[in-house]
Nanobody, 116 residues
Framework: QVQLVESGGGLVQPGGSLRLSCAAS????????MRWYRQAPGKERELVAQ????????NYVDSVKGRFTMSRDNGKDTVYLEMNSLKPEDTAVYYC?????????WGKGTLVTVSS
């Protein structure tokens, strides 16, 4: 079955950096686009970044452009989210997502807290 396992969250000061990872299994990873979402307290879940199968095309929500970089390693069935210049408003649970044949799959999420 499809499984997505996020890791790498934690507490970081404003201006700091974190690298999130999402290890995938149960599907042919290299043939699917992957996405990172986040959900801040009291807010709806929002799409942060997505990357196409080969990694050649990516897009980002405006609020993270120039600060976050999504990448993938199709040999390791893993996607990453490199987050730099973190702000308190980036505080959220970050989720990995894939749509496989019309079904949405989610990881359990990893908490990122940006605070001094």
């Amino acid at each position: 079955q499809v499984q997505l396992v996020e890791s790498g969250g934690g507490l970081v000061q404003p201006g700091g950096s974190l690298r999130l990872s999402c290890a995938a299994s149960g599907f042919t990873f290299s043939t699917y686009s992957m996405r990172w979402y986040r959900q801040a307290p009291g807010k709806e879940r929002e799409l942060v970044a997505q990357i196409f199968r080969t990694g050649g095309f990516k897009n980002y929500v405006d609020s993270v452009k120039g600060r976050f970089t999504m990448s993938r390693d199709n040999g390791k069935d893993t996607v990453y989210l490199e987050m730099n210049s973190l702000k308190p408003e980036d505080t959220a649970v970050y989720y990995c997502n894939v749509n496989v044949d019309g079904m949405e799959y989610w990881g359990k999420g990893t908490l990122v807290t940006v605070s001094s």
